[in-house]
């Protein structure tokens, strides 16, 4: 089974990239669960978010302890305990940032989806960028499947919009060859 971990600030949307995850897997026939940690929410406090992904009905109702992939939406969340906390020696972190030491032993992707939202978007919502650069560097789920789930959840401009999005942060993205 394959655990990741969202961390984010309220309103960047770490709970919806989360269930967008979790919907996509399920589009490319996977099982999967996306959820909250339900806490003090509110805009710009840490908000932690995760999904399970796995090739059998999942029946585990926890929060993600060990995860395999964390993603962090703020760059500014990095160096807080509870983000490195369970990480195992080969977890793979999916960072919003520029190519910056952020102190993290495992392997790390970077990319600035906070540039390129505010370029596509106006708003600094980096969420569906950071699914495009998840989907590049693991491969656990298709690029369709992640659009479809935008298509899903959002239509219209929104989705479009977040459609590009995650497009060019894919196109942009080297992945584990």
């Known amino acids: 089974m394959i655990e990741i971990r969202f961390h984010g600030r309220g309103g960047q ?5 989360a269930a967008l995850l979790a919907k996509a ?3 490319d ?3 999967s669960q996306g959820f909250p940690a339900f806490g003090v929410e509110r805009r710009g406090a840490p908000v932690k978010a995760f999904t399970r992904i796995y090739d059998q009905p999942i029946t585990i109702r926890s929060q993600v302890y060990k995860p395999d992939y964390i993603v962090i939406l703020d760059p500014s969340l990095a160096g807080l305990p509870e983000v490195k906390e369970g990480l195992k020696p080969e977890s793979v972190i999916v960072i919003n940032a520029k190519e910056v030491n952020p102190g993290f032993e495992q392997k ?3 990319y600035d ?8 978007l106006g708003r600094d919502i980096v969420n569906t960028a950071m699914l495009g650069v998840f989907a590049k560097a693991t491969k656990l789920v298709s690029m369709e499947s992640v659009q479809r789930a935008i298509d899903d959840t959002f239509g219209g401009k929104v989705g479009e919009l977040n459609k590009d999005l995650v497009k060019q942060a894919y196109d942009e993205t080297k992945g584990d060859e």
């Open 13 to 17: 949307g770490a709970v919806t990239a």
């Open 25 to 27: 897997a399920g589009y």
């Open 29 to 31: 026939n996977k099982f």
């Open 108 to 110: 790390t992707h970077f």
């Open 113 to 120: 989806a906070t540039s390129l939202a505010l370029k596509i």
